[in-house]
């Protein structure tokens, strides 16, 4: 275990302990709950955060049946926290102005954060579909009025397995598109039954042509061995390489944080791209838009942000992507896609954030 990974679980541990520690006490105090049975739910929170933990760093596999529920129920945490802090507002304010706060409203917190958690659980099963018109200048006229799927973010292993991953591919072919993008986090959770998920990718791939570009949650597990059973499933890979597919050019980028700018723009550069072909980057985090749109490129596809994914951690994602935490964005002739994904990463649950696959219908010049 490398000090990285050390520093990262005594921080994770520390936090997810003081959350649950601290929700546990303000509850205890809403509901006047006398020392034995404080003690208790306090015990309690001191538990849950010391199973997640173990759970996530000693056994990061799909065959770990405790991997969602788990997951889960740090998610529901979370909100308990949530409606606990502005609980515990309250209660302060109550004790300044010598009020005594009644049970109900510790009731009605409490409730309101078991179900802002389920609801979360229940929306990341559903997947919508959103659909956006591109012009691809220059493309060849037979590319009018064709479409692709963009999908991202998938995340399959720990949380989603063969189930999730036979789903999200017979709604691709529900749509039949042309060609798919998927903008990577293929997989996640370093120990993955990948022939069960990448069997479903197979028969896509023998009927559709898929292209993909890896993303950051590739990098925590098998790295190569992702790449290999996706090339397996007869997905193109797109490792900082180029094809071209009908007249349009397909390239991508292997993950790169926004601190990798010099890094990535000697990548994108050399990609070479003809500029009067007209050219799609898959590029995981939607990211560098001033060195892509240099090198040609009329659209770049991305996921990453998850649009936050649940809220309100939509306003801490929305601060470090700005406007392409989500949806169309245009720079000059570039245009750029952000979908918020189809999978999770983290508690299994997506609150005012649902999962969703991408249609780009393409027109021509």
């Given at each position: 275990m490398n000090i990285i990974r050390i520093v990262f679980l005594v921080v994770i541990t520390v936090t997810t302990f003081s959350i649950s520690i601290l929700t546990a006490k303000i509850y205890s105090i809403g509901f006047k709950l006398n020392?034995?049975?404080?003690?208790?739910?306090?015990?309690?929170?001191?538990?849950?955060?010391?199973?997640?933990?173990?759970?996530?760093?000693?056994?990061?596999?799909?065959?770990?049946?405790?991997?969602?529920?788990?997951?889960?129920?740090g998610g529901i945490i979370f909100y308990l926290f949530i409606t606990g802090i502005l609980l515990g507002i309250i209660i302060f304010i109550g004790k300044i102005n010598h009020t005594t706060i009644p049970l109900s409203i510790s009731t009605i917190f409490f409730s309101l954060g078991i179900l802002m958690g389920i609801a979360g659980l229940i929306q990341a099963k559903f997947i919508k579909t959103t659909s956006y018109t591109i012009n691809l200048p220059s493309?060849?006229?037979?590319?009018?009025?064709?479409?692709?799927?963009?999908?991202?973010?998938?995340?399959?292993?720990?949380?989603?397995?063969?189930?999730?991953?036979?789903?999200?591919?017979?709604?691709?072919?529900?749509?039949?598109?042309?060609?798919?993008?998927?903008?990577?986090?293929?997989?996640?959770?370093?120990?993955?039954?990948?022939?069960?998920?990448?069997?479903?990718?197979?028969?896509?791939?023998?009927?559709?042509?898929?292209?993909?570009?890896?993303?950051?949650?590739?990098?925590?597990?098998?790295?190569?061995?992702?790449?290999?059973?996706?090339?397996?499933?007869?997905?193109?890979?797109?490792?900082?390489?180029?094809?071209?597919?009908?007249?349009?050019?397909?390239?991508?980028?292997?993950?790169?944080?926004?601190?990798?700018?010099?890094?990535?723009?000697?990548?994108?550069?050399?990609?070479?791209l003809d500029k009067n072909t007209p050219s799609i980057l898959i590029n995981h985090p939607p990211t560098f838009q001033k060195t892509v749109q240099e090198i040609g490129v009329d659209l770049m596809v991305s996921g990453h942000t998850h649009k936050g994914q649940f809220w309100p951690i939509n306003f801490i994602v929305k601060r470090i992507y700005g406007?392409?935490?989500?949806?169309?964005?245009?720079?000059?002739?570039?245009?750029?896609?952000?979908?918020?994904?189809?999978?999770?990463?983290?508690?299994?649950?997506?609150l005012f954030n649902t999962p969703e696959l991408v249609i780009i219908n393409f027109t021509t010049n």
């Open positions: 020392p034995i049975n404080s003690r208790i739910v306090l015990s309690i929170g001191a538990l849950m955060p010391l199973i997640f933990i173990l759970t996530m760093f000693f056994d990061r596999s799909s065959k770990n049946p405790f991997s969602y529920p788990v997951n889960a129920l493309a060849p006229i037979e590319r009018n009025d064709k479409k692709a799927v963009l999908v991202s973010d998938t995340h399959f292993g720990l949380i989603n397995h063969k189930s999730f991953s036979d789903k999200v591919v017979s709604k691709i072919l529900n749509i039949d598109p042309d060609f798919v993008l998927h903008a990577g986090d293929f997989y996640d959770g370093p120990k993955n039954d990948t022939a069960s998920i990448t069997e479903s990718w197979k028969n896509l791939a023998e009927k559709i042509p898929v292209f993909y570009a890896p993303g950051n949650h590739e990098e925590y597990g098998d790295y190569e061995g992702f790449l290999t059973s996706i090339k397996n499933a007869g997905v193109t890979a797109l490792v900082d390489s180029s094809t071209t597919y009908k007249g349009v050019q397909i390239a991508g980028i292997t993950y790169r944080d926004k601190n990798q700018l010099e890094n990535a723009s000697i990548a994108l550069k050399n990609l070479n406007k392409y935490i989500y949806g169309v964005n245009k720079d000059g002739d570039l245009i750029t896609i952000t979908t918020s994904g189809v999978g999770t990463a983290g508690p299994p649950l997506r």
